[in-house]
Nanobody, 126 residues
Framework: QQRLEESGGGSVQSGGSLRLACTLS????????MLWFRQAPGKKREGVAA???????TYVDSVKGRFTISHDSAEKTFFLQMNNLKPEDTAMYYC????????????????????WGLGTQVTVSS
């Protein structure tokens, strides 16, 4: 059974850092695109960052320069390093994977992304 599991969420003060991890299990194929999304209370789920198996990355403007997405060499785990966190980063963070290649389109179209984790909460206090 294919599964994604997030870890690493928590509570930090503004300016702090957190590193999220997403572990894949049960996959018999290599998903091309690994993504992070977030959803704050009362808001739509929004894309944050994506990485392809080739290492190419895409970020939304609000996190550029602060967040870094990466994956391990076996692509069984991928990460989101979040630095200089702001209160507006507070949200449930979800990892996701998809076999398609268009990172930007997938970030803009969460309803079309194939597989999801259950989420991990990130809370940033001012």
């Amino acid at each position: 059974q294919q599964r994604l599991e997030e870890s690493g969420g928590g509570s930090v003060q503004s300016g702090g850092s957190l590193r999220l991890a997403c572990t894949l299990s049960g996959y018999t194929y290599r998903p091309y695109c690994m993504l992070w999304f977030r959803q704050a209370p009362g808001k739509k789920r929004e894309g944050v960052a994506a990485i392809g198996v080739d290492g190419d990355t895409t970020y939304v403007d609000s996190v550029k320069g602060r967040f870094t997405i990466s994956h391990d060499s076996a692509e069984k785990t991928f990460f989101l390093q979040m630095n200089n966190l702001k209160p507006e980063d507070t949200a449930m963070y979800y990892c996701a994977v998809d076999s398609r290649m268009d990172r930007w389109w997938l970030l803009q179209s969460p309803d079309n992304v194939a597989d999801w984790g259950l989420g991990t909460q990130v809370t940033v206090s001012s």
